[in-house]
């Protein structure tokens, strides 16, 4: 048997998919701490031009520069010290120079990607529908994270979902073409309506555009026939994950809550089991 035909087994592929997923978490991390950062200082130097004053210097701050560094210390992370959680357990969760804490959140997000990675490689098995899975799976655990951080869901990946998205499908990968146009366009106007009746009703802003443009990515991957089941799962997820902030919490009605997250595991759930979930719903009804 030849190389790739043996990373391609059935029983080789998650494994590998696994550590890819693992690595790909790792950079996720920086993904999540750094796209808003960056989109920061974008409004600030746009703001800058339209004042017609000069953008105020400032180091290189990308994805890639600089090294992923300590917070507390700004000791540069090393390779050896950047394994996805290898490293964390070997340090103890601390950094190696000051000794101070390290998130645990690194860690479970690098292993989200990781188990993300491996159970789309087992479920779809080896072709274009898993590897596709797993970067729509990707894109949702970044954009669920700066969501929940920043309320934020970033254009930079929210459109690029949908159009490959749309693309994805001119084969037939997850719906056919016409399911996906449509999912995309229903998806972005069914909660484009909600917002304006919401805000037309009581004033105030039930949520943000990139909500919109988060749905119209899952209906661009899925088609339209799993809106209503991502719609309503997530409304439900996200409500009773309210409730418990309110009595658990303490947290005040007037604070705003992320909704991308919730779209976001709905999508996810869509992605591997909403053809049955839907069936077996409609079957109730």
């Known amino acids: 048997m030849s190389l790739i035909g043996s990373l391609t087994h059935p029983t080789v592929f998650p494994w590998l998919c696994l550590a890819i997923g693992l690595c790909v978490g790792s950079f996720l991390n920086v993904v999540i701490y750094r796209l808003p950062k960056i989109m920061e200082r974008d409004w600030q130097m746009q703001c800058a ?22 917070p507390a210390c700004a000791h540069p992370i090393s390779a050896i010290e950047n394994i996805p959680i290898a490293s964390y357990v070997a340090l103890g969760g601390k950094c190696s120079a000051c000794g101070a804490g390290i998130s645990p959140r690194y860690p479970l997000i690098e292993a989200m990607s990781g188990l993300a990675g491996a159970y789309a490689a087992w479920h779809f098995g080896f072709g274009l529908a898993a590897v596709a899975a797993m970067l ?9 994270f700066i969501d929940f951080d920043t309320q934020l869901l ?17 084969n037939g990968t997850f719906t056919d073409l016409g399911s996906s146009v449509i999912g995309a366009a229903a998806g972005y106007l069914s909660l484009w309506c909600v917002y304006w009746g919401f805000k037309f009703a009581t004033g105030k802003e039930g ?8 749905l119209a990515a899952v209906g661009a991957w899925l088609g339209w026939q799993m809106l209503p089941f991502v719609v309503l799962a997530s409304s439900f997820v996200g409500a009773i994950f309210g409730i418990g ?14 909704f991308g997250p919730y ?3 709905a999508g996810a759930v869509a992605l591997f089991w909403g053809k049955p979930l839907t069936y077996a719903y409609m079957k109730l009804l």
């Open 245 to 258: 902030l309110m009595l658990v919490a303490k947290r005040g009605r007037n604070v705003p809550i992320p």
């Open 263 to 265: 779209l976001a595991v």
């Open 49 to 70: 031009e339209l004042r017609g004053e000069e953008p105020p210097g400032q180091e290189t701050f990308n994805l890639a520069v600089p090294r992923s560094r300590c």
């Open 136 to 144: 729509f799976l990707w894109s949702m655990i970044a954009l669920s």
């Open 207 to 214: 949520m943000g555009f990139g909500d919109f443009k988060l």
């Open 154 to 170: 970033p254009d930079s990946i929210t459109l690029p979902l949908v159009w490959g998205g749309l693309l994805l499908n001119l």
